[in-house]
């Protein structure tokens, strides 16, 4: 459906709950339900997920698409880094609406002015560590990216998985938990030296949620079960911990430092299944 020409202005404490509710349109299977908190949490500039990231930019602008009848149509986050002439564009929703979308990214690149630009470069606080554009999701951006003159580039695979029954899941390692200092739990098999041979990382389930952070095991004992017997065991705590449901992200794009196919196999075999791709995306000479 076509929308009429829209209208920019600075985001106001009174767009709360109008935002909430594009946002939270957008949501991919696996991912909370955004609050006003995590709302809060990402107009300020700050996020867990690439914590290191956000302290280098400067202060967010947040600006929201207002329409003839006065009403909150869409949302663009955006910023420069502070020791580089690099605007970012972080986060924008507009319910895909094509020429909504292509007006939040025309008016994003204006105010930021600089040559270099990069789109949704990382993940945000409205997510749990949604890195980059859910392209299948958000095709009506995508487009409105691409006609801006950006080029994505296809990073990451996000998957997704349902916990039911422990007896369902792969057996485990035995690997007991431990708690990181970033509030993860943590789980790893020693070999015979007592260094650690294979290890996974989880994070606590948030809304019966619970994501698979990291799994590796060191070459020399690969083809063994071992990563398989990880998984089971994170699978089992996540379930223990109240999880109904589990997701991933794998960096088996263009960049990936390594071949990830092998991975790709292995959580497949257990039960994960694709949900997208996730892009990000540049224009202009890039540092």
Known sequence: MATAAVTMRSYEGGDEAAVLGIVNEDRLPGQPVVTAGMLGEALAGRSEIDAGWWEQLAPPRTDVAVDASGRVVGVVSYA?????????ILWLHCREDERVASALVEHACTELGTESLRAFDFSSALTRGV????????QATHRALERAGFTGEDLWRYMRMPLG??????RGSGAMAQRREDGNLGMAVRGSTGQAVGEV??????????VLWWISVEQAVRG????RALIGSALRLLVELGAREVVLYVDDGPRADE???AANRLYESVGFTEVDRLWFYTRGPQP
């Open 131 to 138: 890195e980059a554009l859910p392209v299948r999701h958000r």
């Open 165 to 170: 029954s422990p007896e369902l899941l792969p």
């Open 224 to 227: 063994r079960g071992l990563g």
């Open 201 to 210: 990382v989880v994070g606590p389930p948030v809304e019966g949620t619970g």
């Open 259 to 261: 071949d990830r196919s």
């Open 80 to 88: 420069v880094l502070r020791a580089a002439e690099v605007g970012f």
